[in-house]
């Protein structure tokens, strides 16, 4: 008879991981993070995680809406203005154990495939409230920085903001001990209408080696395009006078713009300018 009933519970507990795994949702997060390590100044960014048939997309809030409308209106015709905010985002797909990584660098939209990431979270005993919800201390050491999370158990999801994931339950806060980056739950509702395929332009399929290499030849000449007349600009002083730059002052000062905010989330993937 006990058999029979941790059976019938096994079952049950199998159906309702199935059932929530196959929903789709919309997961809210807002992001503070440093550009600049050095600096005091925090930017914060609205981003949203989609998790739909063992897929899940994580980006700018600002894009999926931008990506919604273009959708609707592509369907019907019409034209609209699209955004190519694809700054974090991560598309992941669990059932091939893949991870891409996306960025924008000019006029050029880059995928980097790879493995999913293996995390080896710690889980401390250590619980707290936050919000609604019951939360529990997570530690991990990933990619040059140490993270401290808080998932909860109360929503049957293991996944978190950019590419974190593989706790009991949703991550609900997220920062690093640096205080570079911090992610924070902001709400969760079903969504069965946004198709995670979808980007407003075509990637470019690179290697993590060759997008180091893109980085540094954008920060040996960063005003290539504009020289070699690929990209026509007009400048203009105050008066409206066109003129012609002084192109080795303002490579100086692009580069240097560069070295400041080299900070990405995950570190040890920051590219050694000299």
């Known amino acids: 008879?006990?058999?029979?009933?941790?059976?019938?519970?096994?079952?049950?507990?199998?159906?309702?991981?199935?059932?929530?795994?196959?929903?789709?949702?919309k997961i809210s997060y807002r992001m503070n993070y440093k550009p600049d390590s050095l600096s005091e100044e925090i930017q914060t960014k609205d981003m949203i995680l989609l998790i739909k048939n063992n897929?899940?997309?994580?980006?700018?809030?600002?894009?999926?809406?931008?990506?919604?409308?273009?959708?609707?209106?592509?369907?019907?015709?019409?034209?609209v203005h699209k955004k190519y905010?694809?700054?974090?985002?991560?598309?992941?797909?669990?059932?091939?154990?893949?991870?891409?990584?996306?960025?924008?660098?000019?006029?050029?939209?880059?995928?980097?495939s790879g493995a999913n990431p293996l995390f080896k979270w710690e889980i401390s005993k250590v619980t707290k409230k936050i919000g609604d919800y019951n939360c529990q201390k997570a530690m991990l050491t990933y990619s040059g920085r140490t993270w401290e999370a808080w998932f909860t158990n109360d929503i049957a999801l293991q996944n978190g903001p950019y590419v974190f994931d593989g706790l009991p339950g949703l991550i609900v806060y997220m920062k690093d001990s640096g205080n570079n980056y911090e992610f924070s739950f902001t709400g969760i509702k079903k969504d069965e209408t946004t198709d995670i395929r979808y980007l407003s332009a075509k990637p470019l399929d690179i290697t993590a080696k060759q997008w180091v290499k893109v980085q540094k030849d954008h920060y040996n000449d960063p005003y290539r395009e504009?020289?070699?007349?690929?990209?026509?600009?007009?400048?203009?002083?105050?008066?409206?006078?066109?003129?012609?730059?002084d192109y080795k002052e303002l490579t100086k000062n692009e580069q240097q713009y560069i070295k400041k905010h080299n900070n990405p989330i995950e570190l040890a993937g920051a590219v050694r300018y000299p």
């Open 55 to 79: 897929q899940s997309k994580f980006y700018s809030k600002d894009q999926y809406l931008n990506d919604s409308i273009v959708i609707e209106k592509e369907k019907a015709g019409a034209n």
């Open 1 to 25: 008879m006990e058999w029979k009933n941790l059976f019938k519970i096994l079952i049950f507990v199998s159906m309702f991981s199935n059932i929530t795994y196959a929903q789709s949702y």
């Open 226 to 245: 504009m020289k070699t007349g690929n990209v026509k600009v007009r400048w203009q002083d105050k008066d409206g006078k066109e003129f012609v730059p």
């Open 85 to 112: 905010d694809y700054h974090f985002m991560v598309i992941k797909d669990n059932r091939e154990k893949k991870t891409n990584r996306f960025t924008v660098l000019l006029r050029d939209l880059y995928k980097i």
